[in-house]
């Protein structure tokens, strides 16, 4: 069994959406340390959870970098939603022309060593809050290739532009490859 540790169900639903070996969500808390990347973030939580867990497991650590705010909130995401929210990322946005952002996703598998999946996806911040699916800063970005948020997206969709789906990606090609082997 490969544990995927988190508490967000919205991740655990969209990366069982996209992968076809099984995994099971396991909610134990880790710290999220302050660093410039999400590689470094992720590598630190693996490193605490090692001796906590029984068993091959995966983290995901994500983040919004917008480009006209220097790539802000970046690896502040979360604290950023939870203080500001869409509506203080829109009005930080009211006058700003260049709407450029991406979503980052870092998937950190932890199998005897740590390996590190990254998926990126390219798109722009909205004008207005549109939507009401999926979670976090979904209803505000949309995503290169549409011109639909992620908020008005159904899960699978959604899994076809993301950052998350792409990173899923390519841990799942890493997981074929190691039961071929
Ligand atoms: P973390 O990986 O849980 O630290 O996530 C950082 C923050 O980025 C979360 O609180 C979410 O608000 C946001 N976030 C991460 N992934 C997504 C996504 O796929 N859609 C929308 N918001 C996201």
Redesign the pocket.
């Known amino acids: 069994m490969i544990y995927f540790i988190t508490s967000?169900r919205h991740?655990y639903e969209e990366i069982k959406k996209a992968i076809d070996f099984e995994i099971e969500m396991l909610t134990i808390s880790y710290p999220?340390i302050q660093a410039e990347s999400l590689e470094e973030v992720a590598k630190y939580g693996i490193e605490y959870l090692i001796d906590k867990v029984n068993g091959d497991f995966f983290i995901?650590?994500?983040?919004?970098f917008i480009k006209a705010l220097n790539g802000f909130p970046g690896v502040y995401?979360?604290y950023v939603?939870k203080t500001i929210g869409n509506e203080g990322i829109l009005k930080l946005m009211e006058k700003v022309e260049d709407r450029e952002a991406e979503?980052q996703?870092v998937i950190a598998f932890y199998d005897g060593d740590i390996n590190i999946f990254k998926g990126i996806c390219k798109g722009k911040i909205s004008k207005e809050i549109k939507g009401n699916r999926?979670?976090?800063?979904?209803p505000i970005?949309i995503p290169e290739g549409s011109d639909k948020t992620?908020g008005e997206m159904e899960r699978e969709e959604k899994n076809k532009f993301?950052?998350?789906g792409k990173a899923v990606k390519k841990f799942a090609d890493y997981i074929k490859m190691r039961e071929f082997y």
Do not use: A
């Open positions: 967000n991740k999220e995901e650590d994500s983040g919004l995401s979360s939603f979503f996703s999926g979670f976090g800063y979904d970005f992620f993301s950052h998350r």
